[in-house]
């Protein structure tokens, strides 16, 4: 059995209230496969949030519709490096950045940031939400996207 995508994962505070969290994930895709999932309306829906609005762009608008009954969303596409790099700065979210690189040609090490407000134990319930939402990841890269 493989194990769980995530290798590393971290939080740390940002003053009171806001923290940062931190995922090392490790999936056996390339990442031509991996930056779609991340930045498609079909890719997202495939593990984490329809996209009702997507631009893909940087300044573009984006609205996430979380699927397992979390909220909608709306910000901007922050960050936009083709096949490397992309962030989504949306509304309670905050901040959510996705890093990608290579690891020969069927591998990808994706680091995550998430910067937003919230108490302690909304920390910890988003850290492990975002590790559940990695697994599903890993099973729409391997053609098992989630059900919508």
């Known amino acids: 059995m493989r194990p769980a995508p ?3 994962a971290t939080s740390e505070s940002r003053g009171e209230g806001r923290w940062l969290l931190r995922f090392e994930v490790h999936v056996p895709s390339a990442y031509e496969a991996v930056w779609p999932a991340l930045t498609t309306a079909d890719g997202l ?9 997507l631009e893909r762009r940087l300044g573009g608008a984006v609205t996430l519709h979380w699927l397992d009954g979390g909220a909608t969303v709306s910000g901007h596409v922050t960050a936009w490096d083709v096949e490397r790099v992309v962030e989504y700065t949306v509304g309670e979210y905050g901040r959510m950045r996705f890093h990608l690189e290579a690891v020969g040609t069927d591998s990808t090490v994706i ?12 920390r910890l ?5 975002w590790h559940h939402h990695f697994e599903l990841l890993e099973s729409a890269l391997q053609g098992r996207p989630r059900a919508p």
């Open 45 to 53: 829906r495939g593990w984490l949030a329809a996209a009702d609005v």
């Open 111 to 122: 680091r995550f940031l998430d910067e937003r407000a919230g108490t302690d134990e909304e």
């Open 125 to 129: 319930d988003c850290l492990a939400a």
């Open 6 to 8: 995530v290798i590393h």
